[in-house]
């Protein structure tokens, strides 16, 4: 696949959210069902894993935002 626009090495702000996102969910434990993160636990804890993917989901929106994107 070919991205055209793009020059070399450049990515788009939803690789570098995901990115962003994971990164905080991993080392903050956000949105976990259970267990202890390193540092604070940035959302609380979800009850069910449908909870923890509208944590991830809702975290990945602050993280789109936080790069600039829409």
């Known amino acids: ?11 788009r702000n939803e690789d570098i959210a995901l990115d ?12 976990k069902t259970s267990g202890t993160g390193v540092g ?3 959302g609380g804890a979800a009850a069910k894993p449908e909870d923890y993917a509208d944590h991830l989901l809702e975290l990945y929106g602050k993280c789109l ?5 829409k």
């Open 1 to 11: 696949m070919e991205v055209t626009g793009l020059p070399v090495g450049a990515r």
């Open 20 to 31: 962003l996102m994971k990164f905080v969910a991993m080392t903050t434990g956000y949105g």
């Open 40 to 42: 604070f636990q940035g």
């Open 65 to 69: 935002k936080a790069v600039g994107g």
